[in-house]
C-alpha cells in the first residue's frame, strides 16, 4: 500500500526526531517541532495507522513511537538526503588523505576519518591479493647481510619481507636479481607465482648469482603468500559506549563481541555487493539484527580492492554518513588513478 503524501512527512519527521534523540517520538512534540500544519490528533492518527502498516513500533510503557526496520529501509530508499558535505570537513578529508602512501595505508586512515567524523566503529578492509597482478620486485640491502624483499603489485599493495642472507652478494648482484624477478614475473597473479617453481623458472637468468636464488626466494614466495590474507582495520571500539543504545553493558558486549571476531566479521564484508550498500536489522546476519552496516567500495586503477563502512545501531544518520563514506572512496579512487611505473621502466626513461 503507498503512503500518503502526509504519511511520508509525518514518518520522516518521526525518523528524524527519534535519530537525534533516541528518546520515542509523540505526536505533540511532532506538532511542535514540526510546522505540518496539522493538529496533535490528526497526527497521532496518522501515527496509528503508520504503527497499523508496520512502519513504527509502540516501546512498552511510552507514549511515544519509535521507527520499525521497515520504516528505516523506506528512509534509506526513498526520504533520506545525502547532501554535500561542509567544505570545512571535505578539505580536511582531502588533506588527510593526501599522504602519498600506499592504498592499505591510506584506507587505514580513511577509517580513522569515519570513525571520528560519525562516533560509530568504522572499519576498512583489503581482500585478498590472490588475484592481484606483480607490478616490481626489489631486493634492497639494509644492513649486513639483511636485505628487504619489496614486492608491489598492480593495485598499490606493497609487502616487505626482511631476510638474513647466508651467502655473499654485491648490490649489483641484488639489483640484476630484482630486474630479473621482475623481467619474468610481472602481470603474473601472486595465485599463479605461487603455484610456479620459481628456481627452475628463473634458472637460467640467476646462474650466474649462486646461492643468492636459493637464500631469497622462499621468503619471496612467504611474501606472496601474506597476501593471500584478507585484513581487516577498525576503529572507533570505545565510541560505542557513547550512544544510548549500548548504555546497558550486555548490548555493549555484543557489539563489542561481533567485532572482535574479525575472520568473521571479515567474510561477512568480503561478500557484500558492491557500491554503496546499507542493511538494517533483519536484513543482516542473525548476529548483526540489532544494528546497521553501510559499506562502500574504494578502487586502485578503477580496479576494485577493498571496503570502508561503518557498524552501529539501526538509529544512524544514514543520510550524513553515507555522504562521508562515499567522499572518502571517491578520495581514495582519485589518489590511485595513475600506477606509477617501475623503477626498471624509470631507469630506462630517463
Given at each position: 500500500?503507498?503512503?500518503?503524501?502526509?504519511?511520508?512527512?509525518?514518518?520522516?519527521?518521526?525518523?528524524?526526531?527519534?535519530?537525534?534523540?533516541?528518546?520515542?517520538?509523540?505526536?505533540?512534540?511532532?506538532?511542535?517541532?514540526?510546522?505540518?500544519?496539522?493538529?496533535?490528533?490528526?497526527?497521532?492518527?496518522?501515527?496509528?495507522?503508520?504503527?497499523?502498516?508496520?512502519?513504527?513500533?509502540?516501546?512498552?510503557?511510552?507514549?511515544g513511537r519509535v521507527p520499525s526496520d521497515k520504516a528505516y529501509r523506506l528512509y534509506v530508499d526513498k526520504l533520506m538526503n545525502t547532501g554535500d558535505l561542509p567544505e570545512d570537513m571535505k578539505r580536511r578529508i582531502?588533506?588527510?588523505?593526501?599522504?602519498?602512501?600506499?592504498?592499505?595505508?591510506?584506507?587505514?586512515?580513511?577509517?580513522?576519518?569515519?570513525?571520528?567524523?560519525?562516533?560509530?566503529?568504522?572499519?576498512?578492509?583489503?581482500?585478498?591479493?590472490?588475484?592481484?597482478?606483480?607490478?616490481?620486485?626489489?631486493?634492497?640491502?639494509?644492513?649486513?647481510?639483511?636485505?628487504?624483499?619489496?614486492?608491489?603489485?598492480?593495485?598499490?599493495?606493497?609487502?616487505?619481507?626482511?631476510?638474513?642472507?647466508?651467502?655473499?652478494?654485491?648490490?649489483?648482484?641484488?639489483?640484476?636479481?630484482?630486474?630479473?624477478?621482475?623481467?619474468?614475473?610481472?602481470?603474473?597473479?601472486?595465485?599463479?607465482?605461487?603455484?610456479?617453481?620459481?628456481?627452475?623458472?628463473?634458472?637460467?637468468?640467476?646462474?650466474?648469482?649462486?646461492?643468492?636464488?636459493?637464500?631469497?626466494?622462499?621468503?619471496?614466495?612467504?611474501?606472496?603468500?601474506?597476501?593471500?590474507?584478507?585484513?581487516?582495520?577498525?576503529?572507533?571500539?570505545?565510541?560505542?559506549?557513547?550512544?544510548?543504545?549500548?548504555?546497558?553493558?550486555?548490548?555493549?558486549?555484543?557489539?563489542?563481541?561481533?567485532?572482535?571476531?574479525?575472520?568473521?566479521?571479515?567474510?561477512?564484508?568480503?561478500?557484500?555487493?558492491?557500491?554503496?550498500?546499507?542493511?538494517?536489522?533483519?536484513?543482516?546476519?542473525?548476529?548483526?539484527?540489532?544494528?546497521?552496516?553501510?559499506?562502500?567500495?574504494?578502487?586502485?586503477?578503477?580496479?576494485?580492492?577493498?571496503?570502508?563502512?561503518?557498524?552501529?545501531?539501526?538509529?544512524?544518520?544514514?543520510?550524513?554518513?553515507?555522504?562521508?563514506?562515499?567522499?572518502?572512496?571517491?578520495?581514495?579512487?582519485?589518489?590511485?588513478?595513475?600506477?606509477?611505473?617501475?623503477?626498471?621502466?624509470?631507469?630506462?626513461?630517463?
Open positions: 500500500m503507498e503512503l500518503s503524501e502526509r504519511k511520508l512527512k509525518i514518518l520522516q519527521a518521526v525518523i528524524a526526531d527519534f535519530i537525534s534523540t533516541a528518546e520515542p517520538v509523540g505526536s505533540r512534540t511532532l506538532s511542535k517541532n514540526h510546522d505540518m500544519g496539522l493538529s496533535p490528533a490528526t497526527i497521532r492518527n496518522e501515527m496509528s495507522d503508520l504503527e497499523d502498516m508496520g512502519y513504527l513500533t509502540h516501546p512498552h510503557a511510552s507514549a582531502t588533506e588527510e588523505l593526501e599522504s602519498g602512501e600506499a592504498p592499505d595505508a591510506v584506507a587505514k586512515k580513511a577509517a580513522e576519518i569515519l570513525s571520528d567524523t560519525t562516533n560509530l566503529i568504522s572499519f576498512a578492509i583489503t581482500p585478498s591479493g590472490r588475484e592481484s597482478k606483480l607490478q616490481y620486485v626489489n631486493v634492497l640491502p639494509v644492513a649486513d647481510q639483511t636485505v628487504v624483499i619489496m614486492v608491489v603489485t598492480d593495485d598499490g599493495k606493497i609487502n616487505n619481507t626482511a631476510v638474513r642472507l647466508t651467502c655473499d652478494y654485491t648490490n649489483e648482484n641484488l639489483e640484476l636479481m630484482s630486474k630479473v624477478m621482475t623481467h619474468n614475473l610481472k602481470g603474473k597473479t601472486v595465485n599463479d607465482i605461487l603455484t610456479m617453481n620459481i628456481v627452475q623458472t628463473l634458472e637460467t637468468d640467476l646462474r650466474s648469482l649462486s646461492a643468492l636464488p636459493q637464500s631469497v626466494i622462499p621468503s619471496f614466495m612467504q611474501t606472496l603468500k601474506k597476501m593471500l590474507d584478507s585484513n581487516l582495520y577498525m576503529d572507533g571500539y570505545s565510541k560505542v559506549f557513547n550512544l544510548p543504545e549500548y548504555s546497558d553493558v550486555d548490548r555493549a558486549r555484543e557489539i563489542l563481541s561481533l567485532v572482535e571476531k574479525k575472520e568473521h566479521l571479515t567474510n561477512v564484508l568480503v561478500n557484500r555487493d558492491e557500491g554503496l550498500v546499507i542493511t538494517i536489522g533483519d536484513e543482516n546476519s542473525d548476529d548483526m539484527k540489532d544494528m546497521a552496516l553501510i559499506t562502500a567500495d574504494y578502487k586502485v586503477n578503477g580496479r576494485l580492492v577493498g571496503k570502508l563502512g561503518v557498524l552501529g545501531p539501526k538509529r544512524m544518520r544514514y543520510g550524513e554518513i553515507s555522504s562521508v563514506i562515499k567522499y572518502l572512496t571517491d578520495n581514495i579512487n582519485r589518489s590511485f588513478e595513475i600506477t606509477d611505473d617501475d623503477p626498471e621502466e624509470k631507469e630506462q626513461e630517463e
